[in-house]
């Protein structure tokens, strides 16, 4: 099982992203989160495999 983190402030971005990751049966969204900040609190939490991850969002964004 792929656990994934996703991170966007747009929340029908992520709702999408979550509807179709979850449409596969080896894949589980562990979180959400609407910047970079929550994102780095949520991967220490969580430990996801993969992080999909906005790379333009206020404050701290996927690159940084």
Same mark, same amino acid.
């Given at each position: 099982m792929t656990t994934v983190l996703i991170a966007d402030d747009q929340p029908m971005q992520r709702f999408g992203f979550?509807?179709?990751?979850?449409?596969?049966?080896?894949?589980?969204?562990?979180?959400? %989160?609407?910047?970079?900040?929550? %994102?780095?609190?949520?991967? %220490?939490?969580? %430990?996801?495999d993969v992080v999909l991850m906005d790379i333009r969002m206020p404050g701290l964004d996927g690159i940084e």
């Open positions: 979550r509807m179709l990751l979850e449409s596969q049966d080896d894949m589980t969204v562990v979180g959400e %989160a609407g910047d970079g900040t929550e %994102a780095v609190h949520l991967v %220490a939490r969580h %430990a996801p």
